[in-house]
């Protein structure tokens, strides 16, 4: 009896040592979230730009001295700070994304908005988690 369940642990910690996370699939999902995002910032879609966070009272952002709760008052921060020409163009560099496992990442990078005249930039800290519906981002950390 010992033997068969020794064998049984073993086993099992055999499969456990074999199932490994597939790193460079989820960085590419990752990665494509951020590139529709994008996509979506430019075409001056913001509910399309909103569409890859987290749709929960749960959801948090901050930036500076703010913290918003919540995807409708991202939504709402959004609307009102960058509708129209104010959105301006943005881009995403250094982005670093880092698996935590199979249901949980983060990204560190810099974001960057040119206007016409002026620009702006800053760094960001994303925390993702899959979702039945995909990737989603559950907390935002903007300056």
């Known amino acids: 009896m010992k ?3 020794l064998v049984i642990l073993l086993s099992l910690l055999f499969h456990c040592s074999q199932v490994s996370l597939d790193i460079p699939q989820i960085k590419n999902e990752i990665q494509a979230v951020l590139d529709e ?3 979506s910032w430019n ?7 909103m569409e890859y966070y987290w749709k ?3 959801f948090t952002f901050q930036s500076g001295e703010k913290r918003l709760k919540g995807w409708e008052a991202l939504l709402a921060r959004y609307k009102e700070s960058y509708s129209g020409e104010k959105m301006g163009k943005l881009d995403f560099t250094d ?4 698996v935590q ?3 949980f990442a983060y990204v560190l990078g810099r974001w960057k908005l040119l206007f016409k005249d002026s620009s702006k930039e800053g760094l960001f800290t994303i ?11 559950i907390h935002d950390h903007t300056s």
């Open 101 to 103: 496992s199979k249901d």
């Open 127 to 137: 925390i993702f988690k899959r979702l039945p519906e995909g990737w989603r981002i």
């Open 37 to 39: 995002q994008k996509k």
């Open 56 to 58: 929960s009272e749960d």
């Open 95 to 98: 982005i670093d994304i880092r």
């Open 43 to 49: 075409a001056g879609n913001i509910e399309g730009f």
């Open 3 to 5: 033997k068969l369940i």
